[in-house]
C-alpha cells in the first residue's frame, strides 16, 4: 500500500500525537493506524457478498477497493449506511454494505441493472428502514446523506434522491429539474438551494454546526445560513419522499450510490467523490 509520507504525518499530528517524538516515529505510529483501520476490509466484504449473492470478481474488487479507500480516507466511521448498488438486481441492490441493518424494501417500479437503480417518477422508490433520530452516527448538528447520481431525471421528475421526514423536521438531498444548482435540507424545516454547479457523480448535502448547512457538488462549498430544528423520526425512503408514511415526490434519476450519517466536511466530501468515482468507473458505470 503506497502512502504520501507528508500526508501520514498530518494524520498521526492531528490524532493528537506527542510533538516530541521523532517524524519517523509518528509516521511509524501513522502507518500502523492504517494498517490497524484495514485489518477487517476481508470480514467486511465476506459478510456484503454473502448477503448480496454476487459472485462477480470485478465486482468483489470493486467493493474491497471503496471499503479500503473508505477506511483509510476517513470516512467510513462517519458512515450509517453505504449503498454501492452493485450487482444489478433488487436483492443485491438492497443490501447495505457497512452493517447488516438497513436492508432496502422496494416498491413500485423501480429498474435494477448494472448501473445502480432508477425509478419510474411515479411509484417506484426504496424504504431503507433508516430513522435518522436513532440511528447511531446522525446527529442533531452533524449529519449527512451523499449520493452517485448518473442521470438528472427527466421532467416531470422531483428528482429527489433521498429524503426522511418526520413531523416538520425533514432531511432531504435532491435536485428540481430545471434548477442549476443542488437542493437540499438536514434536520430542518423545509429545503432550499445551494449556489453550487449542477453536476452529475457524488454530491452532498450535510451540517456540521447548529447555524448553517452545506451543499458539495463538483468542487464547490457552497454554504446557506439555516439552523438545526431537529432530526426526522421516520424512514429514509431513496427514489421518493418519506411524508409521514406515504411516499410521494418520486424520482426517476439513476443513482449508483447512496450514503448517509454524520456531518463531513469539505476535505471528506472530496475523498468521498474520489473513492466513489473510482469504484464506478471500476465497473464501467462512471459520469
Keep these: 500500500m503506497a502512502v504520501d509520507s507528508t500526508i501520514l504525518l498530518e494524520e498521526t499530528r492531528c490524532l493528537g500525537c506527542n510533538s516530541d517524538a521523532s517524524e519517523a516515529g509518528l509516521l511509524t505510529l501513522g502507518l500502523w493506524q492504517r494498517l490497524a483501520s484495514l485489518a477487517d476490509v476481508d470480514e467486511i466484504v465476506d459478510s456484503f457478498v454473502a448477503r448480496s449473492g454476487i459472485t462477480d470478481a470485478t465486482q468483489i474488487a470493486a467493493v474491497t477497493a471503496l471499503v479500503t479507500s473508505a477506511r483509510v480516507h476517513g470516512w467510513w466511521d462517519l458512515c450509517d449506511i453505504i449503498y454501492p448498488f452493485v450487482g444489478g438486481t433488487a436483492g443485491t441492490h438492497a443490501q447495505n454494505l457497512k452493517s447488516s441493518s438497513f436492508?432496502?424494501?422496494?416498491?413500485?417500479?423501480?429498474?435494477?441493472?448494472?448501473?445502480?437503480?432508477?425509478?419510474?417518477?411515479?411509484?417506484?422508490?426504496?424504504?431503507?428502514?433508516?430513522?435518522?433520530?436513532?440511528?447511531?452516527?446522525?446527529?442533531?448538528?452533524?449529519?449527512?446523506?451523499?449520493?452517485?447520481?448518473?442521470?438528472?431525471?427527466?421532467?416531470?421528475?422531483?428528482?429527489?434522491?433521498?429524503?426522511?421526514?418526520?413531523?416538520?423536521?425533514?432531511?432531504?438531498?435532491?435536485?428540481?429539474?430545471?434548477?442549476?444548482?443542488?437542493?437540499?435540507?438536514?434536520?430542518?424545516?423545509?429545503?432550499?438551494?445551494?449556489?453550487?454547479?449542477?453536476?452529475?457523480?457524488?454530491?452532498?448535502?450535510?451540517?456540521?454546526?447548529?447555524?448553517?448547512?452545506?451543499?458539495?457538488?463538483?468542487?464547490?462549498?457552497?454554504?446557506?445560513?439555516?439552523?438545526?430544528?431537529?432530526?426526522?423520526?421516520?424512514?429514509?425512503?431513496?427514489?421518493?419522499?418519506?411524508?409521514?408514511?406515504?411516499?410521494?415526490?418520486?424520482?426517476?434519476?439513476?443513482?449508483?450510490?447512496?450514503?448517509?450519517?454524520?456531518?463531513?466536511?469539505f476535505a471528506t466530501y472530496l475523498l468521498m467523490a474520489s473513492d466513489w468515482q473510482v469504484f464506478n468507473a471500476a465497473l464501467g458505470r462512471q459520469v
Design 103 to 265: 436492508t432496502i424494501t422496494w416498491a413500485g417500479t423501480v429498474t435494477h441493472d448494472a448501473n445502480g437503480i432508477t425509478g419510474n417518477g411515479t411509484t417506484g422508490f426504496g424504504d431503507t428502514a433508516y430513522i435518522p433520530s436513532s440511528s447511531g452516527q446522525w446527529g442533531l448538528n452533524s449529519a449527512h446523506f451523499g449520493f452517485y447520481r448518473r442521470t438528472t431525471g427527466t421532467s416531470g421528475s422531483r428528482d429527489y434522491v433521498s429524503v426522511a421526514s418526520g413531523g416538520p423536521i425533514v432531511a432531504v438531498a435532491g435536485r428540481g429539474i430545471g434548477a442549476a444548482s443542488l437542493n437540499g435540507g438536514i434536520n430542518e424545516v423545509g429545503s432550499s438551494t445551494f449556489a453550487s454547479p449542477s453536476v452529475l457523480a457524488w454530491s452532498a448535502v450535510t451540517r456540521i454546526d447548529s447555524a448553517n448547512k452545506h451543499g458539495y457538488s463538483g468542487a464547490t462549498d457552497s454554504i446557506t445560513v439555516s439552523a438545526s430544528a431537529g432530526i426526522p423520526v421516520l424512514g429514509v425512503y431513496v427514489l421518493a419522499r418519506n411524508n409521514n408514511g406515504v411516499a410521494d415526490r418520486f424520482s426517476n434519476a439513476n443513482l449508483a450510490g447512496l450514503t448517509a450519517g454524520s456531518g463531513i466536511t
